[in-house]
């Protein structure tokens, strides 16, 4: 339904809308109507938030953690505990688990899982740099928080394998966390007392 | 929660999409998080595309509906009967009523109903374009398809009263429509049937 409109404009914007994800066709075309309703500014602003964010954002070089500068707000964050490193599969993650108000470390964003199903490998993914954050030695423990599915194990089991060999302690999430979920759609509680009871990794 | 973003250039893009009717915090960083992770040339095409079509949609000059030229694809077709207005409140309601497939008329765009609690009048309507329409005696039917909603019949009252003296037959949607509903949200079986089932508009 709704496939004809009165105008490509109307069609073309409908359809980007759509793109994303959880928006059909109808709910895209109610949302941008709504838009059109507005002042030509808050429309302007409104396209330009998101080109600017995709065009001016940054990778922070340390954690890798999504920056408007060099170094992100949290590594550069003296309070924080630069010893000890959350890993996490993506920005999603870091801000759950810093909403948690119960993490006083730094994190890694690992940018994905390791998943052959989709030709993600280890390489694709920030584990090299993870790596030489721990090999340069001032890193005492490593949280693995990857997400409890198969794409997660994996990962988890390839970290610890290549962790192992330092002197540092690995420890993953306490076993809170329901088997099948995603770390970003944990409850604060929850989520915030897998935390404080970590555990030391264990090959199964 | 998610009140504290890593950066200002996200925070900023989360609180655009967080305006948007039915999109919450949660929601908008998801979507967000979503186009961070497309190619730049899309997001720039996402971006372009709501503020090319705010900034370029036309009006239609018979009818109000909106459109790419002067005068709208559904009344430069002749096809459709002339002679025929449908009277909607917005464009969702052209668009709702042309995909039953039902009405072979043209329509006429108010862009609002009368509602005094938000300090709309008769005045801020397209009421008078729709007057001079019906005065230049090629109509023979004017069907009011107004929700269905104290404001809706407050502006059927209106325009009966303005338009009965001409030489106009003035129908409604059959009561198939449910009382307190949106026009917009009505499945198209019953809002088609209460197109074809339309009865003459008579005062309560």
Same mark, same amino acid.
């Given at each position: 339904?709704?496939?004809?409109?009165?105008?490509?404009?109307?069609?073309?914007?409908?359809?980007?809308?759509?793109?994303?994800?959880?928006?059909?066709?109808?709910?895209?075309?109610?949302?941008?109507?709504?838009?059109?309703?507005?002042?030509?500014?808050?429309?302007?602003?409104?396209?330009?938030?998101?080109?600017?964010?995709?065009?001016?954002?940054?990778?922070?070089?340390?954690?890798?953690? #999504?920056?408007?500068?060099?170094?992100?707000? #949290?590594?550069?964050?003296?309070?924080?505990?630069?010893?000890?490193?959350?890993?996490?599969?993506?920005?999603?993650?870091?801000?759950?688990?810093?909403?948690?108000?119960?993490?006083?470390?730094?994190?890694?964003?690992?940018?994905?899982?390791?998943?052959?199903?989709?030709?993600?490998?280890?390489?694709?993914? !920030?584990?090299?740099?993870?790596?030489?954050?721990?090999?340069?030695?001032?890193?005492?423990?490593?949280?693995?928080?990857?997400?409890?599915?198969? !794409?997660?194990?994996?990962?988890?089991?390839?970290?610890?394998?290549?962790?192992?060999?330092?002197?540092?302690?690995?420890?993953?999430?306490?076993?809170?966390?329901?088997?099948?979920?995603?770390?970003?759609?944990?409850?604060?509680?929850?989520?915030?007392?897998?935390?404080?009871?970590?555990?030391?990794?264990?090959?199964?």
């Amino acid at each position: 339904m709704y496939n004809s409109y009165p105008s490509k404009l109307l069609d073309n914007a409908v359809s980007e809308f759509a793109k994303l994800p959880g928006i059909g066709k109808k709910t895209a075309l109610r949302l941008v109507l709504h838009l059109l309703n507005k002042p030509e500014e808050d429309v302007i602003i409104f396209g330009n938030a998101i080109v600017d964010l995709k065009k001016n954002i940054k990778r922070c070089k340390v954690c890798r953690n #999504i920056s408007d500068k060099d170094v992100c707000e #949290i590594c550069s964050d003296e309070h924080k505990n630069k010893k000890l490193i959350c890993v996490v599969e993506n920005i999603n993650d870091v801000l759950a688990v810093e909403n948690t108000s119960r993490y006083e470390g730094v994190f890694h964003v690992l940018g994905g899982l390791i998943s052959p199903m989709d030709g993600i490998g280890p390489d694709n993914l !920030e584990i090299k740099s993870l790596v030489e954050r721990v090999s340069s030695g001032d890193v005492s423990e490593i949280v693995l928080a990857l997400s409890s599915t198969p !794409e997660g194990d994996t990962t988890n089991f390839y970290l610890y394998r290549k962790l192992a060999s330092y002197n540092v302690k690995i420890t993953t999430l306490a076993k809170g966390v329901s088997v099948g979920s995603e770390i970003e759609y944990v409850d604060e509680l929850t989520l915030g007392s897998s935390i404080v009871n970590r555990v030391k990794f264990e090959l199964m």
